[in-house]
């Protein structure tokens, strides 16, 4: 389970900001899950939405506070399931 944050999303896709160390790599697949905003709970809890996305763009985001990534992922639309 890797946890980001949601930088902005539409119906198409979303851009999020990922921690450095996973290895996200354009054209790879996952499985998104969000949880409701402000809560810290258990990935069992609180879920209000998944989808398969496929990641399309990645790029380092240095800052003097973090170093992590900004993801562009779009969800497959054949096989995704909002709910």
Not at 28 to 38: A, C, H, T
Not at 59 to 67: M, N, V
């Given at each position: 389970?890797?946890?980001?944050?949601?930088?902005e999303?539409s119906?198409?896709?979303?851009r999020l900001r990922?921690p450095?160390?996973?290895?996200?790599?354009?054209?790879?697949r996952?499985?998104?899950?969000?949880?409701?905003?402000?809560?810290?709970?258990?990935?069992?809890v609180?879920?209000?939405?998944?989808?398969?996305?496929?990641?399309?763009?990645?790029?380092?985001?240095?800052?003097?506070?973090?170093t992590?990534?900004?993801?562009?992922?779009v969800?497959?639309?054949?096989?995704?399931?909002?709910?």
């Amino acid at each position: 389970m890797l946890r980001c944050y949601c930088i902005e999303s539409s119906v198409a896709g979303m851009r999020l900001r990922v921690p450095l160390g996973y290895d996200v790599a354009v054209g790879r697949r996952y499985e998104i899950r969000s949880d409701l905003p402000g809560q810290d709970l258990p990935a069992s809890v609180g879920v209000i939405g998944s989808a398969w996305v496929t990641v399309v763009e990645v790029h380092d985001r240095l800052t003097d506070d973090e170093t992590s990534l900004n993801v562009r992922v779009v969800r497959d639309a054949w096989e995704s399931d909002l709910r």
